[in-house]
C-alpha cells in the first residue's frame, strides 16, 4: 500500500469513534443557532471545547455525511470570515 492511502486509512479509523457524536453535536447547534457554513460550525465546536481546534475539517466531513443521509441541506451561500470566498451555509433539512 502506498504512503498516502495508508495514512488516509489510518486518518479516517481514528475519527471513526467520534463520526456519530460530531454529527449529533452538528445538527444540535444547526437547531440551536441556525443555519452556518463549516467554518463557522467549525469555530463554534472549538469555543465550547468539543474540538482540539477551529480547523474546518473537523466539521465539513461531518457535514457531507449529514447531506448523504438527508439530513442537512445546502441553502446558500456567504462569503467565509477566514477564506474572503464563497462557502455553502448549511441547515438542517425540515421534513
Avoid: F
Avoid at 1 to 25: F, G, N, W
Avoid at 32 to 40: K, N, R, V
Amino acid at each position: 500500500m502506498d504512503i498516502s492511502k495508508e495514512t488516509r486509512r489510518e486518518s479516517y479509523e481514528a475519527v471513526l469513534p467520534t463520526t456519530k457524536q460530531r454529527q449529533s453535536l452538528i445538527l444540535s447547534l444547526l437547531r440551536e443557532i441556525g443555519p452556518m457554513t463549516a467554518q463557522e460550525l467549525a469555530d463554534v465546536l472549538h469555543r465550547r471545547g468539543h474540538t482540539p481546534s477551529n480547523e474546518r475539517n473537523l466539521a465539513a466531513p461531518r457535514l457531507t455525511e449529514l447531506k448523504e443521509a438527508g439530513k442537512v441541506e445546502a441553502t446558500g451561500k456567504k462569503i467565509c470570515h477566514k477564506t474572503g470566498r464563497n462557502v455553502t451555509v448549511w441547515a438542517e433539512r425540515k421534513e
